[in-house]
Structures are given as C-alpha cells and as structure tokens.
Nanobody, 127 residues
C-alpha cells in the first residue's frame, strides 16, 4: 500500500520554527517529484513548495520564499519542510504529495500534478 505520512506539526508562536516530515511507505521516493501544500480554514489548498526527483530543482510560493526550505533524504525515504519565521497566516493543514516522474527536473505547485497524498498535519501559529 502506497502511503505518505506527515508529522511535525503543532502550535508555535509567531517568529518560531517547525520542521515537517513526510515519510513514504510502500514505494521509494527516488523517482518522484515531491510537493508541500497547505489549506487554511475557508480557503482552497495552495502549493507551498516542491522539489524535482533529479537535481534538487526547487520552487516556492512567493509567500514563503526565504522562510521555508524543502529537502529530501532518499536514504530515509523522507521529505522535509523546514519552516522559519512563521507567521499567523501560515496556519493551515499541511500536506505532502508525490508524483512519479522518473529522473526528471519536473517541479510543480499545482495539486493536479500529484498522484499520492498524505493525510495532513496541523500547523498553528499563534501567540
């Protein structure tokens, strides 16, 4: 069974940091582009960041550039989202997603391009 499981969410004060993890099981991430998305209450899901399967090509939404960093550890079959300088508007459920692309420079923050999704982890930024 192909599965992605996020962890690392929680409550943090403005200006704080969190690192989200997304562990894959049932398949290996080596040939998959990966993405992080988020959905705030009453809003549509939006792309936050993504990374290609090959070459570590990355893309970030303007709202998180310079604050968030996506990374992957294929040996651990896990992807990460380091979130620094968090703001109340970053409050959302965060999802990771994977798309099979082989060895590719493909990146996308369009959710329609992804095949597999995790269940989400809540991030709340509040004082």
């Amino acid at each position: 069974q192909l599965q992605l499981v996020e962890s690392g969410g929680g409550l943090v004060q403005p200006g704080g940091s969190l690192r989200l993890s997304c562990a894959a099981s049932g398949f290996t991430l080596d040939n998959y582009a990966i993405g992080w998305f988020r959905q705030a209450p009453g809003k549509e899901r939006e792309g936050v960041s993504c990374m290609s399967s090959f070459g570590r090509n990355t893309r970030y939404a303007d709202s998180v550039k310079g604050r968030f960093t996506i990374s992957r550890n294929n040996a651990k079959n896990t992807v990460y989202l380091q979130m620094n300088s968090l703001k109340p508007e970053d409050t959302a459920v965060y999802y990771c997603a994977a798309a099979y692309k082989g060895r590719s420079w493909f990146t996308s923050i369009n959710e329609g391009d992804y095949d597999y999704w995790g269940q989400g982890t809540q991030v709340t930024v509040s004082s």
